[in-house]
Antibody
């Protein structure tokens, strides 16, 4: 069965860095676009970034552009999010999700990993 | 401030029919198909409706979606207590070149 398992969340100080991972199984990872979506405590969903199948194309929300970097390793069935210069407003549960193309619906989501930015 | 506008809350009694609206613009709902996600308390979102009105396998036919112009709606008929959740509309935005979400609607079953 399809599984997406995020890891790497935790408590980090403002201006610090963190790297999130998403381990995929149960499907052909290299056939899907992958996306990071976050949800601040008590708030709605916000798209963060997506990456194409071959990593040739990425895009970022304005709120994280220049600070976050998405990447993937198809050989390891893994998705990553390198987060630098973290701010308090980056505090959220971060979900990874898959879609056939970048404009397609997210048919599977991970369970999320919590990132807390606080001094 | 979300790109798509949803009412923050909705409610109904068991057996009733409720609708949740989602308003956007020509660069998103007006030119692309709408998806709806259900987020039960403490869990990750789950796809509920895709391509405006299609249900993934396993989703009861009590859930239906529609789209007209730059607005979309989710309807839930025969409301049940287990439908109590947050509901989000989402759609690709041609200007942002990324997906956008509504602010979410919390459905309460009275």
């Amino acid at each position: 069965q399809v599984q997406l398992v995020e890891s790497g969340g935790g408590l980090v100080k403002p201006r610090g860095s963190l790297r999130l991972s998403c381990a995929a199984s149960g499907f052909t990872f290299s056939d899907y676009y992958m996306t990071w979506i976050r949800q601040a405590p008590g708030k709605g969903l916000e798209w963060v970034s997506y990456i194409s199948i071959s990593s040739s194309y990425t895009n970022y929300a304005d709120s994280v552009k220049g600070r976050f970097t998405i990447s993937r390793d198809n050989a390891k069935n893994s998705l990553y999010l390198q987060m630098n210069s973290l701010r308090a407003e980056d505090t959220a549960v971060y979900y990874c999700a898959r879609s056939k193309w970048n404009y397609d619906p997210f048919d599977y989501w991970g369970q999320g990993t919590l990132v807390t930015v606080s001094s | 401030q979300s790109v798509l506008t949803q009412p923050p809350s909705a409610s109904g009694t068991p057996g009733q029919r409720v609708t949740i609206s989602c308003s956007g613009s020509s660069s998103n709902i007006g030119s692309n198909t709408v998806n709806w996600y259900q987020q039960l308390p403490g869990t990750a979102p789950k796809i509920l409706i895709y391509s405006n009105n299609q249900r993934p396998s396993g989703v009861p036919d009590r859930f239906s979606g529609s789209k007209s112009g730059t607005s979309a709606s989710l309807a839930i008929s025969g409301l049940q207590s287990e439908d109590e959740a947050d509901y989000y509309c989402a759609v690709w935005d041609d200007s942002l070149k990324g997906p956008v979400f509504g602010g979410g609607t919390r459905l309460t079953v009275l």
